[in-house]
C-alpha cells in the first residue's frame, strides 16, 4: 500500500496546503473555506448564496485554480438551454452519422453562476449530473469525470430576475453557505491587494486529481460513534415531526448530513466524528431541505435556519 493511501499525515498535510493556496486569495472567510473544503471530500456539491460582490465566484475559482483538473464555469442566464449544459449530438452530413459534442459539466469543477437566474427545465439538467455522475443526451448515457464537483452560486430570492430552485434541486447539494461581507480590516487588506490585479490568477495546481480522490475514499473510513449516528438521526427526524415543518429532511439528506461529519472530521485532522462536527454542520447541510410551513421550498431561509438552530438545541448531545 502506498504511503498516499495509508498516511493520515500526508492527508492533513495535503489539506493544509489545498486551504492555504485558496485562502491566498480569499481572505478572511476561513471558515467557508472549511466548510467548501468539506464538501469537495464528501463529493457532493456546494451552493453559495448571497447578495452580489461578496466573493462567490472568487471562492469557487480559487478552488478550481487549486485543484488539477478541468474547470469550466456556466453563466446561468434566462435563455440557456440543457444542451448549453449536458452537451448535444452533431450531426455529420458527409456520413449520415451523430458524434456526441460533450458539454461544460464534463469537468472535474463546474461553476454553475447565478444558478437561479435560468428557468426551471434549465436547472434541472444539473440533477442528473449532480446525483448520478451521467448525463443522457439523444437516449445514450455518458459517464462523467472524476472527482466531479459541482459550486452554484445564487443571488437571494428576492432579487429581480430569480427563479427558485426546486427541492429537487436544492436536495442535490451538500452545503449552502452565506459568504457575507468580510471584516474591515479584511477588506481593506483587499483593497491593497487587487491593486495589481486579481490575486486567483496566480493560483496555481497544489492538489492532483488521484489525491482528491484518495481523499474522498479515506472519508468514508472515518468512525462515526453509534450514539452520534442516533444523534444525527435524532435531528433528521425531528424536521419530519415539528409541527413548524412541512416537508423534513429526506433519506438522501441524512445520508449527506453522515457523510459531512466524516469529512469535517478529515479537515480538522481527525480520526473520528465529534458532537461538534453534527452541531455545527446542521444549518448548512439541513435548513435548504426543510420547507416551513406556509412557505415556498428554498424562499424563506432565514426561517428555515432558525427551525434548524432550535431543534438542535432541543436535543440533548451525547456525552
Same mark, same amino acid.
Given at each position: 500500500?502506498?504511503?498516499?493511501?495509508?498516511?493520515?499525515?500526508?492527508?492533513?498535510?495535503?489539506?493544509?496546503?489545498?486551504?492555504?493556496?485558496?485562502?491566498?486569495?480569499?481572505?478572511?472567510?476561513?471558515?467557508?473555506? &472549511?466548510?467548501?473544503?468539506?464538501? $469537495?471530500? =464528501?463529493?457532493?456539491?456546494?451552493?453559495?448564496?448571497?447578495?452580489?460582490?461578496?466573493?462567490?465566484?472568487?471562492?469557487?475559482?480559487?478552488? =478550481?485554480?487549486?485543484?488539477?483538473?478541468?474547470?469550466? &464555469?456556466?453563466?446561468?442566464?434566462?435563455?440557456? $438551454?440543457?444542451?448549453?449544459?449536458?452537451?448535444?449530438?452533431?450531426?455529420?452530413?458527409? /456520413?449520415?452519422?451523430?458524434?456526441?459534442?460533450?458539454?461544460? #459539466?464534463?469537468?472535474?469543477?463546474?461553476?454553475?453562476?447565478?444558478?437561479?437566474?435560468?428557468?426551471? *427545465?434549465?436547472?434541472?439538467? +444539473?440533477?442528473?449530473?449532480?446525483?448520478?455522475?451521467?448525463?443522457?443526451?439523444?437516449?445514450?448515457? @455518458?459517464?462523467?469525470?472524476?472527482?466531479?464537483?459541482?459550486?452554484?452560486?445564487?443571488?437571494?430570492?428576492?432579487?429581480?430576475?430569480?427563479?427558485? +430552485?426546486?427541492?429537487?434541486?436544492? /436536495?442535490?447539494?451538500? $452545503?449552502?453557505?452565506?459568504?457575507?461581507?468580510?471584516?474591515?480590516?479584511?477588506?481593506?487588506? $483587499?483593497?491593497?491587494? @487587487? *491593486?495589481?490585479?486579481?490575486?486567483?490568477?496566480?493560483?496555481?495546481?497544489?492538489?492532483?486529481?488521484?489525491?482528491? !480522490?484518495?481523499?474522498?475514499?479515506?472519508?468514508?473510513?472515518?468512525?462515526?460513534?453509534?450514539?452520534?449516528?442516533?444523534?444525527?438521526?435524532?435531528?433528521?427526524?425531528?424536521?419530519?415531526?415539528?409541527? /413548524?415543518?412541512?416537508?423534513?429532511?429526506?433519506? !438522501?439528506? =441524512?445520508?449527506?448530513?453522515? !457523510?459531512?461529519?466524516?469529512?469535517? %472530521?478529515? #479537515?480538522?485532522? &481527525?480520526? @473520528? #466524528?465529534?458532537?461538534?462536527?453534527?452541531? *455545527?454542520?446542521?444549518?448548512?447541510?439541513? %435548513?435548504?431541505?426543510?420547507?416551513?410551513?406556509?412557505?415556498?421550498?428554498?424562499?424563506?431561509?432565514?426561517?428555515?435556519?432558525?427551525?434548524? &438552530?432550535?431543534?438542535?438545541?432541543?436535543? *440533548?448531545?451525547?456525552?
Amino acid at each position: 500500500m502506498s504511503t498516499m493511501q495509508s498516511d493520515p499525515t500526508a492527508v492533513h498535510q495535503g489539506l493544509a496546503k489545498l486551504q492555504a493556496n485558496i485562502e491566498q486569495a480569499v481572505l478572511g472567510k476561513p471558515e467557508v473555506v &472549511r466548510l467548501v473544503i468539506a464538501a $469537495l471530500l =464528501a463529493g457532493e456539491h456546494i451552493l453559495l448564496e448571497d447578495v452580489p460582490g461578496v466573493g462567490k465566484t472568487l471562492i469557487a475559482k480559487a478552488l =478550481a485554480r487549486s485543484i488539477d483538473g478541468k474547470f469550466t &464555469r456556466v453563466q446561468f442566464t434566462p435563455d440557456l $438551454l440543457p444542451s448549453d449544459i449536458t452537451g448535444s449530438s452533431i450531426y455529420h452530413s458527409s /456520413d449520415g452519422s451523430f458524434s456526441f459534442n460533450p458539454g461544460p #459539466v464534463f469537468s472535474n469543477v463546474v461553476l454553475a453562476d447565478e444558478i437561479n437566474r435560468a428557468p426551471p *427545465r434549465t436547472q434541472s439538467a +444539473l440533477l442528473e449530473a449532480m446525483g448520478e455522475r451521467q448525463v443522457s443526451v439523444d437516449g445514450e448515457t @455518458h459517464a462523467l469525470p472524476d472527482p466531479l464537483l459541482v459550486i452554484a452560486t445564487q443571488n437571494p430570492f428576492e432579487f429581480e430576475g430569480t427563479y427558485l +430552485l426546486p427541492e429537487s434541486q436544492l /436536495d442535490r447539494f451538500l $452545503l449552502r453557505i452565506t459568504v457575507g461581507y468580510p471584516p474591515r480590516e479584511v477588506e481593506h487588506e $483587499l483593497l491593497q491587494s @487587487h *491593486r495589481m490585479g486579481e490575486p486567483v490568477v496566480g493560483l496555481a495546481p497544489v492538489v492532483s486529481l488521484e489525491e482528491v !480522490r484518495h481523499w474522498q475514499r479515506h472519508v468514508r473510513s472515518i468512525h462515526f460513534d453509534e450514539d452520534l449516528v442516533s444523534y444525527l438521526l435524532d435531528i433528521v427526524h425531528a424536521t419530519r415531526e415539528s409541527p /413548524d415543518i412541512q416537508v423534513g429532511v429526506s433519506t !438522501r439528506g =441524512a445520508i449527506s448530513y453522515y !457523510r459531512a461529519a466524516q469529512a469535517l %472530521a478529515v #479537515v480538522d485532522n &481527525r480520526s @473520528h #466524528v465529534i458532537p461538534d462536527d453534527v452541531k *455545527r454542520l446542521a444549518v448548512p447541510v439541513l %435548513a435548504h431541505r426543510i420547507v416551513p410551513r406556509g412557505a415556498l421550498p428554498g424562499a424563506d431561509r432565514s426561517s428555515s435556519e432558525s427551525l434548524v &438552530r432550535d431543534i438542535v438545541d432541543s436535543i *440533548r448531545v451525547p456525552v
